[in-house]
């Protein structure tokens, strides 16, 4: 079983920037669909974006032009830089690895996941 270890998250206020990433265990990352995913109190966890085996990138409407998803399949990690951060960003973020194509179905158990909070 693949283990996934987010971090990265933190206080930050409206207009800044966050890197997150997020480090699996394991030796075949690089053939891994990776996304990360998000979850606002009293909401379910929606993706945010995804990365797929070969680096092309899918994102949420919501974060595009501000969120930039990529991957580093020598150290297993995929990374998620963040900027012009709005409160409406408030959420803890997870990363999973997902069937080709089908966010939604995850292949791993959720990390502990990384809080990131939008405050001035």
């Known amino acids: 079983q693949v283990q996934l270890v987010e971090s990265g998250g933190g206080l930050v206020q409206p207009g800044g920037s966050l890197r997150l990433s997020c480090a699996a265990s394991g030796k075949d990352f690089s053939s891994y669909f990776m996304g990360w995913y998000r979850q606002a109190p009293g909401k379910q966890r929606d993706m945010v974006a995804t990365?797929?085996?070969?680096?092309?990138?899918n994102y949420v409407d919501s974060v595009k032009g501000r969120f930039t998803i990529s991957r580093d399949n020598a150290k297993n990690t995929v990374y998620l830089q963040m900027n012009s951060l709005k409160p409406e960003d408030t959420a803890v973020y997870y990363c999973?690895?997902?069937?080709?194509?089908?966010?939604?179905?995850?292949?791993?158990?959720w990390g502990q996941g990384t809080q990131v909070t939008v405050s001035s």
């Open positions: 990365i797929t085996n070969a680096g092309s990138q």
């Open positions: 999973n690895a997902h069937v080709p194509y089908k966010h939604s179905r995850v292949l791993f158990s």
